[in-house]
């Protein structure tokens, strides 16, 4: 484990938080980020921090999400270790924990009546902290308990510390109902962060994923992954399905930022099919937007899967590009006039002549301007749509079940597009071409 990189101010805000609501009333706090952003060793360093107070802490599991209470009890009986509970008193509590009153005769009490044991609990062994990692994974009980710690939690010097990934928390998941009193989220560490390591390169190569820092730098001072790991990463990128694979062995071989048209030449694939799984990629955390086009999140994936082209389909797919011939075939066939193409014989800028037919991708274009033609997106012109609606983006991520951010983007992207500097001017922009109205 290498000294922690950053996270200073989140962590003072965690430590706050937990703090304050030891002095005062139960609060509900939640770390979110994506895989390896470092939620896990966030909750390490607060449980470090956390002297003097009672600390119990657990990981939810997939493998038991179908069991009652599992990690909120794991965490009760860290919490608890070596203290004597009146087991009498806590009996409706078996439901939680049921190692408590074996000897009794079994009885059956009312699942309230466990959770308010629950409280009387956390109440009488207060000042308590209980840390739940991997939330996302957590059982529909577990849930429950915590909402209800939270209701009743009033005057009750107590903390709960989820982390969820938000990679696996879709809108639409049980976990996203929560309301914590505050969520901190992790970003990549920024270049000055990944700094003190003195490694050149390395923030570029990792995008500050500490999870990728610290692979990259485990066997010495150059860059490199191991084998298990390119091995798992491209696994990962396996379970993204074929199609997104073939994109992503495709686009690793593009100068980044890339644009969408040169793949649906070099894969044979339609435009509208690219672009929406290119845009799902970006949702998963594996591609991010660029300017009019997109790039690796994490320049490190774009290696491991360059690495792993068989020299056999690198040829075919450079040969594809550089291929001027073909390239006009298919923009004629496609109905595109033809780009110019730069010195990589890639086309310099495509598509900028118009709609195209049978184009299901839907263009832009300002005659007044004359400007480029851009197209939009089938999901960019349904944003469009509610964003001309005066919908916020709150509202349009829970419409179309994605997240705020990915809405963010598609909002950046169709302002670019438009050449608009805000939403109204998006929308008085939109009805003048005719995009929306
Ligand atoms: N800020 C940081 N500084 C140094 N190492 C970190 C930092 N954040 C995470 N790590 C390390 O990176 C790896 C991945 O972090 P982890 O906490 O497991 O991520 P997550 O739980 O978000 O998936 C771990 O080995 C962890 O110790
Ligand atoms: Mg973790």
């Known amino acids: 484990m290498i000294r922690l990189l950053g996270r200073t101010s989140e962590l003072e805000t965690l430590e706050r938080a937990v703090r ?56 009760l009986r860290d919490a608890l270790q070596g203290i004597e509970l009146d087991s009498r008193q806590l009996r409706p509590l078996r439901r939680i924990l049921p190692e408590l009153s074996l000897s009794d005769p079994p009885q059956q009490f009312a699942e309230v009546d466990a959770l308010e044991a629950l409280v009387g609990l956390v109440a009488e062994q207060a000042p308590l902290v209980l840390l739940l990692d991997d939330l996302h994974w957590a059982d529909p009980h577990t849930l429950a308990a915590l909402s209800y710690l939270q209701r009743r939690g009033a005057g009750i010097p107590a903390a709960v510390v989820t982390a969820i990934r938000s990679e696996q928390a879709p809108p639409d998941r049980r976990v996203r109902r929560m309301r914590p009193e505050l969520v901190v989220r992790l970003q990549p560490l920024s270049p000055a962060e990944v700094a003190p390591l003195g490694i050149p390169g390395l923030h570029d190569l990792t995008g500050g994923n500490p999870r990728f820092v610290l692979e990259a730098i485990a066997n010495g001072n150059r860059p490199e992954l191991s084998a298990a790991f390119s091995e798992m990463l491209l696994a990962q990128c396996r379970t993204e399905g074929a199609l997104a694979y073939r994109l992503l062995l495709a686009v690793s071989t593009l100068v980044q930022p890339f644009e969408p048209e040169p793949l649906a030449i070099m894969l044979q694939v339609d435009l509208a099919k690219v672009v ?19 790039r690796f999140r994490y320049q490190l994936l774009r290696g491991v899967l360059l690495a792993n082209l068989s020299p056999a389909r690198q040829r075919m797919l450079s040969q594809r590009l550089r291929a001027p011939d073909e390239l006009d075939e298919r923009r004629s066939a496609l109905s595109i006039g033809a780009a110019p193409l730069n010195e990589r014989g890639r086309p310099a800028r495509m598509f900028e002549h118009g709609p195209a037919a049978g184009q299901t991708a839907t263009w832009s274009s300002s005659p007044a301007a004359a400007g480029p033609v851009v197209p939009l997106t089938e999901r960019e012109l349904e944003v469009l749509h509610l964003v001309a609606a005066g919908k916020r983006n709150r509202d349009i991520a829970d419409e179309l079940y994605v997240t705020r951010d990915t809405i963010k983007k598609h909002v950046t992207h169709i302002l670019d597009k438009l050449g608009a500097a805000s939403r109204t001017q998006a929308t008085a922009r939109a009805y003048e071409i005719g995009l929306v109205g």
């Open 276 to 294: 929406d799984e290119l845009e799902r990629l970006c949702e998963r955390g594996i591609l991010r937007i660029d300017g009019p086009g997109f």
């Open 20 to 75: 304050q609501a030891c002095e005062g009333s139960l609060a509900l706090l939640q770390v979110e980020a994506e895989t390896g952003l470092g939620k896990t060793r966030l909750l390490d360093e607060l449980a470090a921090g956390l002297a003097g107070v009672r600390v119990g802490r657990a990981t939810c599991s997939a493998l038991e999400q179908h069991l009652p209470y599992v990690p909120l009890a794991a965490a």
